[in-house]
């Protein structure tokens, strides 16, 4: 796509009741995406609540005193260069300047504001924990109300929040599609008390927006994974959140080998990360985050292997839930189910037997699963040799491409349909494994792994080799000790 710089546009200014509107793609004309009121004083904006409730939808915003409205056009840009007459930033990614890109572009100009990333918008909130009350408070539309309780929707007043939630008795948007009828969506439908405009393609969306396919019915969201996100900030939901928003996503600082975290919240199994971001992931390379790299005979002594891994790995009673997203600038994936550890792919292994003895053909409660950006399959290893099972259910696992690799993400049932809880001791190792194409005969065979854990044991094993040599995926006493968290 070829980006055209443009000039910027003479600004329209509309008296109305002192209040400035804050410009959020594509305006601020109550028909699309819309901030809460900004007061204007001496040239400085600042955004408050006080005095009246904001709300989307053709509701009027009642403030306490004089001013005026400012509506900022849609400004294109290739470079921050193009934005800085109308004090903004560009976001390269939609090339359009925005008010942010990241927390701290809110806070170094308008204190108390947090950037909402998906409309690049300095706001009060972005959910309900962002208020200073959460629990007698609501984030409508990037402001913060006080939370309208119900007993039935005649108690909802305002056409924001029209319908009474009888479950949780608060006012929100819809509860069916019949109550998007009016929202100003495109084909829209009603997805966890919000309006969304339906899509086929991402072609439906407009705006930089994503068709989350998976879902049914099928919606437009700002992101699916952290790769449609701003650098620094994650996708949670089908919105980009910045580090340190109270709605950011919990970062990398799982450490498996210590304890393994409950899931919460619903996963729906399509490949996209946003239904774990409140699982802490980590990160495996061919650096120090391993704790063991083996090569291939052959390879050059010092090579680099470039791929990289973020695990969330997570456990609800019945189920262990995972979700991988690998940087690999060239995935050379093996589609056969026998052999698709010869190839790029990740690889992760659990037991809930605290006894484990070492073959996982043999122990109960064992689950080895390897993956790649096509197949995953389930592993059952007798020695050196291996029994392999493709997973074909796709409410179990699911593989897709990103634009930086590939991305996986399963839900099993604990082997033996155990159920588990907190505390549970375990057992747990995860692997990436490196391939690189063969120009000769168009092979792609794996060239290198790296290892979560290396276990210390240097007796014989159930494969072959002693020592630096021992082979984690046919021997489940060298996965590290764990625990339910």
């Known amino acids: 796509m070829t980006l055209h710089r443009s000039s910027l546009p003479t600004?329209?200014?509309?008296?109305?009741?002192?209040?400035a509107c804050v410009w959020l793609p594509p305006g601020c004309d109550g028909t699309e995406k819309k901030a809460a009121p900004a007061a204007v004083s001496g040239g400085t904006t600042s955004q408050t609540s006080e005095g009246g409730a904001s709300n989307l939808g053709g509701d009027t915003t009642a403030i306490g005193s004089g001013g005026t409205t400012t509506t900022l056009p849609s400004v294109t840009c290739a470079s921050d260069v193009d934005c800085k007459a109308s004090g903004m930033l560009c976001n390269k990614s939609l090339a359009k300047c925005v008010e942010c890109l990241q927390e701290?572009?809110?806070?170094?100009?308008?204190?108390?504001?947090?950037?909402?990333?998906?409309?690049?918008?300095?706001?009060?909130?972005?959910?309900a924990a962002d208020c200073s009350d959460p629990a007698t408070m609501d984030c409508v539309n990037q402001a913060c109300v006080?939370?309208?309780?119900?007993?039935?929707?005649?108690?909802?007043?305002?056409?924001?929040?029209?319908?009474?939630?009888?479950?949780?008795?608060?006012?929100?948007?819809?509860?069916?599609?019949?109550?998007?009828?009016?929202?100003?969506?495109?084909?829209p439908v009603c997805v966890n008390n919000s309006c969304k405009s339906a899509c086929t393609t991402a072609a439906d969306c407009g705006d930089g927006q994503f068709c989350k396919t998976a879902a049914s019915p099928s919606y437009c969201v700002a992101c699916l994974t952290d790769s449609d996100c701003p650098s620094g900030n994650s996708c949670s939901s089908g919105s980009c959140?910045?580090?340190?928003?109270?709605?950011?996503?919990?970062?990398?600082?799982?450490?498996?080998?210590?304890?393994?975290?409950?899931?919460?919240?619903?996963?729906?199994?399509?490949?996209?990360?946003?239904?774990?971001?409140?699982?802490?992931?980590f990160l495996l390379a061919f650096d120090s985050t391993a704790g063991k790299i083996n090569v291939t005979s052959g390879e050059t002594a010092g090579a680099t292997y470039p791929e990289k891994a973020t695990f969330k790995v997570a456990w609800s009673p019945t189920h262990v839930q995972v979700h991988v997203e690998v940087?690999?600038?060239?995935?050379?994936?093996?589609?056969?189910?026998?052999?698709?550890?010869?190839?790029?792919?990740?690889?992760?292994?659990?037991?809930?037997?605290?006894?484990?003895?070492?073959?996982?053909?043999?122990?109960?409660?064992?689950?080895?699963?390897?993956?790649?950006?096509?197949?995953?399959?389930t592993v059952k290893a007798s020695?050196?040799?291996?029994?392999?099972?493709?997973?074909?259910?796709?409410?179990?696992?699911?593989?897709?491409?990103?634009?930086?690799?590939?991305?996986?993400?399963?839900?099993?049932?604990?082997?033996?349909?155990?159920?588990?809880?907190?505390?549970?001791?375990?057992?747990?190792?995860?692997?990436?494994?490196?391939?690189?194409?063969?120009?000769?005969?168009?092979?792609?065979?794996r060239v290198a792994q790296a290892l979560l854990y290396q276990s210390s044991n240097t007796t014989n094993t159930s494969c072959t080799g002693t020592g630096n040599d021992v082979a984690p995926f046919c021997d489940d006493r060298l996965w590290c000790p764990t625990k339910f968290q």
């Open 11 to 19: 600004v329209g200014y509309v008296v109305a009741l002192g209040v």
């Open 104 to 127: 701290a572009d809110c806070s170094a100009s308008i204190s108390g504001k947090i950037c909402d990333v998906g409309t690049g918008s300095c706001v009060t909130c972005v959910v």
């Open 146 to 187: 006080a939370a309208k309780t119900c007993v039935n929707s005649l108690a909802c007043t305002t056409t924001s929040a029209p319908i009474c939630n009888r479950t949780t008795s608060r006012c929100v948007e819809c509860v069916d599609v019949a109550d998007c009828s009016t929202s100003g969506k495109t084909n």
């Open 241 to 281: 959140v910045a580090a340190g928003s109270s709605g950011s996503c919990a970062g990398t600082t799982a450490k498996p080998c210590t304890a393994i975290p409950a899931f919460t919240g619903t996963q729906l199994v399509d490949g996209y990360g946003d239904d774990f971001c409140q699982v802490p992931g």
């Open 327 to 377: 940087i690999d600038p060239s995935v050379n994936a093996n589609k056969n189910p026998s052999e698709i550890w010869n190839g790029d792919g990740v690889e992760f292994m659990i037991s809930t037997n605290s006894n484990v003895t070492g073959l996982t053909s043999s122990d109960a409660n064992t689950l080895h699963v390897i993956a790649n950006s096509t197949i995953g399959v």
């Open 383 to 445: 020695g050196n040799s291996g029994n392999h099972s493709q997973i074909s259910d796709a409410s179990q696992f699911k593989a897709i491409t990103t634009s930086r690799g590939y991305a996986i993400e399963v839900k099993l049932p604990w082997p033996g349909g155990v159920t588990v809880t907190s505390g549970t001791a375990i057992y747990f190792d995860a692997a990436i494994n490196s391939a690189r194409l063969n120009s000769a005969d168009s092979s792609s065979p």
